[in-house]
T-cell receptor, first 115, second 117 residues
Framework: AQTVTQSQPEMSVQEAETVTLSCTYD???????LFWYKQPPSRQMILVIR??????QNATENRFSVNFQKAAKSFSLKISDSQLGDAAMYFC????????????FGKGITLSVRP | DTGVSQNPRHKITKRGQNVTFRCDPI?????LYWYRQTLGQGPEFLTY????????KSRLLSDRFSAERPKGSFSTLEIQRTEQGDSAMYLC???????????????FGNGTRLTVT
C-alpha cells in the first residue's frame, strides 16, 4: 500500500530560526515523486518543493530544503530563517503508485511561528 | 493564468438534500482532480479526469457521489442525499497531462466548504 505518514500534528518555531518537519512514506516503487505543500489559513494549497526519487541530491528552494533518505523512506522539510508568513499547515505528499496518476497526502502538520 | 476556480466557496445544506459543486481548471490543463479534506486531515483522493474521461475513482466515493466533465473543461461534483459525514472541504486541482506529476504538479483551487446540518 502507498501511504504517507506525518506523525507530528503541531510544531512551533521562533521567527528567524530553523525548523524541520518530518514525513515518512511507504511504496514498493523505485521511481516516484515526493512533495511538500503549504496550506495557509486562506486554504489554497501551494507547492513548496518537490523531489524526484531517482535524484540523490536533495531539492532546495530558497529557504526550503529537504532531507530525502530513500532507504529509510523519509522525506523531511527544513525551513530556514522562519518568517511569520510560513505559519500554515504543511502536507507531505507523494506520487507513489508509479502510475503518474494521483497524489497521496499525509495528515499534515500545523506550523506556528512565534514573533 | 487565472488559477483553478471553485464555486461556491461555501455551501450549507440540510441532510438529505442534493448539492453540486463546480470546478474550472486552468485552461490548458487537461487533467482535473477532486479531493476531499476533513478538518485536521490531509486531502483524500476522490476521482480524476483526463479531458472528459474519468480515469480513476476512489472506493471512498459512494454511489451518492458523481463527477462529470462533459466537455473536458469544467467539472461538477454532485452529492445526492447528503449526510452529515459529507461535511468537508472539497478541493479541485488540475495539471497538464504531458509530463510527470513531478514536472507538472497539481494546482489547487480554494475549495468548496460543505456543511450538512
Amino acid at each position: 500500500a502507498q501511504t504517507v505518514t506525518q506523525s507530528q500534528p503541531e510544531m512551533s518555531v521562533q521567527e528567524a530560526e530553523t525548523v524541520t518537519l518530518s514525513c515518512t512514506y511507504d511504496t514498493s516503487e523505485s521511481d516516484y515523486y515526493l512533495f511538500w505543500y503549504k496550506q495557509p489559513p486562506s486554504r489554497q494549497m501551494i507547492l513548496v518543493i518537490r523531489q524526484e526519487a531517482y535524484k540523490q541530491q536533495n531539492a532546495t528552494e530558497n529557504r526550503f530544503s529537504v532531507n530525502f533518505q530513500k532507504a529509510a523512506k523519509s522525506f523531511s522539510l527544513k525551513i530556514s530563517d522562519s518568517q511569520l508568513g510560513d505559519a500554515a499547515m504543511y502536507f507531505c505528499a507523494g506520487d507513489l503508485t508509479g502510475a503518474n496518476s494521483k497524489l497521496t497526502f499525509g495528515k499534515g502538520i500545523t506550523l506556528s511561528v512565534r514573533p | 493564468d487565472t488559477g483553478v476556480s471553485q464555486n461556491p466557496r461555501h455551501k450549507i445544506t440540510k441532510r438529505g438534500q442534493n448539492v453540486t459543486f463546480r470546478c474550472d481548471p486552468i485552461s490548458e490543463h487537461n487533467r482535473l482532480y477532486w479531493y476531499r479534506q476533513t478538518l485536521g486531515q490531509g486531502p483524500e483522493f476522490l476521482t480524476y479526469f483526463q479531458n472528459e474521461a474519468q480515469l480513476e475513482k476512489s472506493r471512498l466515493l459512494s454511489d451518492r457521489f458523481s463527477a462529470e466533465r462533459p466537455k473536458g473543461s469544467f467539472s461538477t461534483l454532485e452529492i445526492q442525499r447528503t449526510e452529515q459525514g459529507d461535511s468537508a472541504m472539497y478541493l479541485c486541482a488540475s495539471r497538464p497531462s504531458l509530463g510527470s506529476l513531478g514536472n507538472s504538479p497539481l494546482h489547487f483551487g480554494n475549495g468548496t466548504r460543505l456543511t450538512v446540518t
